[in-house]
């Protein structure tokens, strides 16, 4: 009995030790850009300030309405990037629904006939806009952002690249 008690004592231990030498967990900064302006430089960060690498991650979008632009909120994401040598980078990114990303912007006052176009800074090979509704669930989906329903709008962006998704999320207020 004695025996068996130090046989599942070790092996318990070889165990914990060969999961937490083999879980990579990296810190990493979280980050979101919630306000209305553009920001000029890289949003790649580094992975565990031993790491010459750069995170991988989704191209950024611009929204222009008008003559103004909007940075929208990068949501949930899938990316990877090709190493080389038969190696691959991939980071997944989770996030709150579009309405909670959105939650504390003050969303731009549009009227229902402005002109919004989405600018990617990588073109993706497809893309679909939808519109949240106030109890939180998908009230319209479409290929083009549809100013229909007065008040705020809250819409989600899911772009789709060779290398992942992508979603980002603004609000606009439709007068």
Not at 18 to 35: A, F, P
Not at 141 to 155: A, H, Q, R, T
Request: glycine residues 8%; aromatic residues 8%.
């Amino acid at each position: 009995m004695r025996t068996f008690r130090f046989l599942f004592l070790a092996l318990t231990l070889i165990c914990l030790l060969s999961l937490m030498g083999c879980s990579g967990i990296h810190d990493t900064k979280e980050k979101t850009d919630n306000d209305s302006e553009g920001k000029e430089g890289s949003n790649n960060e580094e992975l565990d300030g031993a790491s010459e690498e750069a995170v991988p991650e989704p191209p950024n979008l611009t929204v222009s309405v008008e003559e103004e632009n909007i940075r929208p909120s990068l949501g949930t994401y899938s990316w990877s990037v090709d190493n080389g040598e038969g190696t691959e980078s991939l980071i997944e990114s989770g996030s709150f629904a579009p309405p909670e990303l959105v939650k504390g912007n003050n969303p731009m006052q549009v009227s229902a006939n402005t002109d919004v176009e989405l600018d990617f800074e990588e073109q993706p090979e497809r893309y679909s806009v939808r519109i949240w509704g106030d109890d939180k669930n998908v009230v319209n989906n479409s290929d083009e952002v549809v100013l229909s329903d007065k008040g705020k709008n809250v819409y989600e962006v899911l772009a789709h690249w060779e290398q992942g998704t992508a979603s980002y999320a603004f609000s606009l207020d439709v007068e």
